[in-house]
């Protein structure tokens, strides 16, 4: 069973003062799941790329990647999870 929410990356920007933010988020295929991506659309995301479905021997998981463009610029050096806190 799945216990994480989301992954996150950072996608390399085409500015130099903007960066864009990536989450992969997954789950059971329920109604949370769609409020989870709900939200997040409502906060400004977007869908990335088709969503995915598994099935791990007891239930279905879905997930749907999403991006977000924020006015910061990349540093490799940087909390990624207080990043995302602060750009959610």
């Known amino acids: 069973m799945f216990s994480f929410k989301y992954f996150m990356i ?8 903007r960066m864009k933010l990536y989450r992969y ?6 109604a949370q799941f769609c409020a989870r991506v709900s939200k997040a659309l409502n906060q400004g ?27 910061s610029t990349y540093d490799p050096d940087a909390d990624m999870l207080e990043t995302l806190k602060q750009n959610a």
């Open 45 to 71: 995301w977007t869908l990335y790329g088709s969503p995915t479905m598994s099935f791990n021997g007891t239930q279905i998981i879905v997930g749907q990647a999403i991006i977000k463009e924020v006015d």
């Open 10 to 17: 950072v996608v390399n920007t085409t500015s130099d003062s």
């Open 25 to 30: 988020l997954t789950g059971p295929d329920d």
